[in-house]
């Protein structure tokens, strides 16, 4: 990130959205999205106006030749966690769903933000590309049915990780014992998917918690084995880029699957029964 947008992040949180400089006055939020390669989360400000329900930001990267990374983290992983200034001088955050618009809806609200802002006209006309816009739907999370499929999804990513951690180690006691690109991409992508999966519940988190205050003391649990779980992470992606030999990984492998599979029964221990009650 750099050290501009980190200011901006700062004083808008600092702030209540608010901030000053060459944003000063501008209707800003912040996007937070899933990194498509890294499965890490990225914080960026973007200008929005209200549609209605939605909000739209606009891909512009001030008229440059290629898309931001925040819009290619979004046609990766379309859920996201949005900070929204207040009229009380507060920030909201919540979880939304970015769909991008497409065709004749477009253009027309591109060419409305053109009219409100000539700056948008000028960054499509110094640029081949077609900017996209971007609608952000806010999720629902007090609905039951949004809650079951929470659950659902809970449910499923911890069976597919599972199987990919599975997969990993049967590579790990394969007979040639050496590492190779294969395998040593089959570990980086797990990484990458742990990390996303791990981020993206700690938004949903958060939101949960003012719905679900008996899991209180529970959420801090799994957002602090979220913390020892990524260490793990980082220290067995560290051991891959040092090209360390498939004895020295099974152990950290091993080890990381341990955690996980205390940490993912512990949160369906938790979550489940809240989130979709039997009967």
Request: charged share 25%; proline share 5%; net charge negative.
């Amino acid at each position: 990130m750099s050290d501009f947008n980190q200011q901006v992040i700062e004083e808008f949180r600092a702030n209540g959205g608010r901030v000053g400089g060459m944003f000063e006055g501008a209707s800003l939020l912040l996007l937070t999205t899933t990194g498509a390669r890294s499965g890490r989360p990225h914080t960026n400000p973007a200008v929005f106006v209200r549609d209605g329900a939605r909000l739209l930001v606009f891909a512009s990267n001030a008229g440059g030749p290629k898309h931001p990374a925040w819009f290619h983290n979004l046609r990766a992983d379309p859920h996201l966690t949005v900070e929204l200034g207040t009229a009380e001088g507060t920030v909201e955050r919540f979880a939304a769903r970015a769909v991008v618009t497409e065709g004749g809806e477009r253009d027309r609200l591109y060419a409305e933000q053109s009219a409100r802002d000539p700056a948008f006209a000028a960054y499509q006309a110094g640029t081949d590309r077609i900017i996209p816009v971007v609608a952000l739907h806010r999720v629902d999370l007090t609905d039951p049915a949004r809650h079951r499929a929470i659950a659902a999804h809970l449910v499923k990513v911890h069976d597919e990780l599972r199987a990919e951690l599975a997969a990993l180690r049967e590579g790990l006691d394969s007979p040639a014992p050496t590492l190779g690109r294969q395998l040593a991409r089959h570990c980086l992508t797990f990484c990458g998917a742990l990390h996303a999966h791990h981020r993206n519940e700690d938004s949903v988190f958060d939101l949960l918690e003012g719905q679900f205050p008996d899991l209180a003391d529970s959420l801090d649990r799994m957002r602090r084995e979220h913390r020892v779980v990524a260490r793990t992470v980082d220290e067995l992606e560290a051991l891959l880029a040092s090209g360390a030999a498939p004895e020295t990984l099974r152990p950290e492998v091993d080890r990381l699957a341990a955690r996980l599979e205390e940490h993912f029964a512990y949160e369906e221990s938790q979550l489940l029964p809240a989130l979709a009650p039997e009967g």
